[in-house]
């Protein structure tokens, strides 16, 4: 899985948890609601989630950055370079 998919699915995950729509976990953190959108999209337009954006979501949900990574969708991220050899 890349990096961008597993964020992405991360952040669908903790949003579930928190039972918030989207639209309330961008509000929660200060962020646009269509920014979010376009990173969480199933053919998402953001490709490369900064570091701040993550970390403006840890407020907004009230956890520690690093709970953020503290998931088994992070255990095996390849590069596009490894998927594209791979084919």
């Known amino acids: 899985m ?4 597993a964020i992405r699915q991360r952040i669908l995950e903790l949003a579930a948890e928190k039972g918030w729509s989207i639209n309330k976990l961008a509000e929660r953190s200060g962020i646009s609601p269509s920014v979010l959108k376009r990173t969480v999209r199933p053919y998402a337009t953001i490709k490369n989630t900064s570091t701040d954006l993550i970390a403006r979501l840890c407020v907004g949900l009230g956890i520690p950055f690093k709970k953020f990574w503290a998931s088994p969708l992070f255990n095996n991220i390849e590069t596009r370079q490894q998927q594209e050899d791979a084919k």
């Open 2 to 5: 890349l990096l961008q998919e």
